[in-house]
């Protein structure tokens, strides 16, 4: 289980905009997105408040091994498929034209990777489960200061 501490910037009916330092465990996570970060390394991410934290409030924040794995080869793993497709497809192709099969696999690659990296950009709102949410488990402080 991956753990964090943040405070809580803003409310939404049953979710929390946490941020938090970014860390290490942060870095390999992959659930934030760029336009998240905010100045001096910090992340705001959005997490169910079951316990009924409040804006200010210092936080623990969770997000349970699993989800975190299952997100990591969904990540990941969309883009090198579709890169493999691509080469694939592209050495065929080479054949059919009589092009160069190593110049052909590396450009349809290529294309492939960046349609897999597109797919998971048009889809990371829909695909975004509640189980792969970050969760608030804990005040640690009531209305923390900055």
Known sequence: MIE???I???IEGDKAYVEVERTSAC???????????????KVVFEAFN?????????VKVQV??????????????????????????????????DKSTDDMSAIFGLVGFIIGIFILFLFRKKGA??????????????????
């Open 4 to 6: 964090d501490t943040g």
């Open 8 to 10: 809580v910037r803003k």
């Open 27 to 41: 870095a390999q996570c992959g659930l934030q997105e760029i336009e998240e970060l905010a100045a001096g390394g």
């Open 50 to 58: 079951m316990i009924r934290a409040n804006i200010g409030d210092r």
């Open 64 to 97: 349970q091994s699993v989800a975190f794995m299952k997100a990591s080869v969904f990540i990941y793993g969309i883009p090198v498929l579709f890169l493999i497709i691509g080469a694939i497809l592209g050495f065929y192709l080479a054949g059919m034209f």
């Open 129 to 146: 489960k509640k189980e792969y949410m970050p969760v608030i488990v804990e005040v640690i402080v009531k209305d923390a200061a900055d």
